[in-house]
């Protein structure tokens, strides 16, 4: 394991705020965009954390294929819904209002949902179901994606990532949060991979040829190409069922594009006829439920708890130590970083002190 620095959380807070608004990122939305990347660090979902905040938001705003200054148009409006059009903004802050927006909603009607199109990475999904949940609601949330994911029996990248999140509360500390890729693996981590110099696990990225791949470094550059793809939730062909990944993230793709008119597939891949970066156009959907439209928010908290709690109880498995519910190990993770902070690899830390100087930051270093 790699030598960890652990920097205190008002500590990254108020440098990534700091670089966001030098960029022109309004101080709102700037604590709105590191709150997001600070989120997924306290779940111990490093893939979606700090270490994407230079690579994928400075690096882009700067590139000028994704504006700072995040201006949304409500495209059309109903009690229960509405489509925004996020112009190419950040994606975190637009995802934010809309997820609010289908709260708001649902606390009127008992359901909301937004949907969002020219959008851009909103970070962590579950940040946006968990909003939901702290109120009381179910969240659930999805996001289209470039493409990385093969359809099965096929070995070209055409589907993303494409989450399907979803946020419940129960009667115990923590809600359920089950925030995962619809592929075996998502970009992020073999993006982590590359970053610590580890291989990824064969079986979760098939090259042209039908055969895996595991240089996590030549997996990225081969993504871009198309000369790689991600295996679908279960993996490659039907023997383990890659095809319900498959059909997951499809449906991703359609909720993520067809009730906003957005971008799709192809159209994603952030690159132009001529090999230029361009704004990746991004579809993203929320909805909020409200417990209190059925039986009432106790009563949903006491029977989720009492069935995650049944599930942690029942028989494990030779040498198995303990089962988990999801949303538990990230609120273990939180619980150990809460008073020791943020653990920087080193290619954070260095992205953070060329982040520093590039933009004349002069802010003292931990580190």
């Not at 470039?146 to 055409?158: K, L």
């Not at 009730?259 to 156009?281: R, V």
């Not at 417990?291 to 009492?306: D, P, V």
Request: glycine residues 10%.
């Amino acid at each position: 394991m790699e030598n960890r620095t652990y920097v205190s959380w008002s500590f990254i807070e108020h440098f990534m705020v700091e670089a966001f608004k030098k960029l022109g990122v309004p101080e709102k939305d700037a604590y709105i965009c590191a709150d997001v990347l600070m989120e997924s660090d306290k779940r111990g979902i490093e893939s979606h954390g700090v270490n994407r905040f230079k690579p994928i938001y400075i690096d882009r705003i700067m590139d000028k294929i994704q504006k700072p200054k995040t201006k949304i148009d409500i495209l059309k409006e109903t009690p229960t819904t509405a489509v925004l059009d996020a112009n190419d903004g950040m994606g975190m802050v637009v995802s934010h209002k809309a997820m609010q927006m289908a709260i708001d909603k649902a606390k009127k009607y008992g359901m909301g949902m937004v949907a969002v199109r020219n959008s851009t990475h909103y970070g962590i999904a579950g940040y946006y179901a968990t909003m939901a949940s702290k109120t009381g609601m179910i969240g659930i949330t999805g996001t289209n994606a470039r493409p990385s994911i093969a359809p099965t029996f096929g070995v070209e990248n055409m589907l993303g990532t494409n989450p399907l999140t979803f946020a419940l509360p129960t009667d115990e500390e923590f809600p359920f949060v089950l925030d995962c890729a619809t592929s075996i693996t998502q970009r992020g981590k073999i993006e982590y991979f590359s970053k610590i110099g580890k291989d990824t696990p064969e079986g979760m990225v098939v090259g042209r040829d039908g055969l895996p791949k595991t240089d996590s470094e030549q997996i990225l550059k081969d993504l871009k190409t198309g000369n790689a793809a991600l295996a679908p939730l279960g993996g490659i062909g039907e023997e383990l069922a890659g095809y319900k990944g498959y059909g997951y993230a499809t449906i991703v793709e359609i909720l993520s594009s067809a009730l906003q008119a957005g971008n799709f597939l192809k159209m994603l891949s952030g690159i132009d006829e001529s090999g230029k970066k361009k704004p990746y156009h991004l579809g993203h959907f929320f909805i909020a439920i409200d417990t209190e439209a059925f039986m009432g928010l106790e009563t949903f908290k006491k029977t989720a708890g009492q069935i995650l709690r049944s599930l942690r109880k029942s028989q494990k498995a030779p040498k198995s130590q303990r089962i988990f519910t999801a949303g538990e190990k990230e609120y273990d993770a939180w619980l150990e970083r809460k008073e020791k902070g943020l653990p920087l690899t080193e290619a954070s830390k260095k992205d953070i002190m060329e982040v520093n100087k590039m933009l004349d930051l002069n802010i003292d270093l931990p580190f």
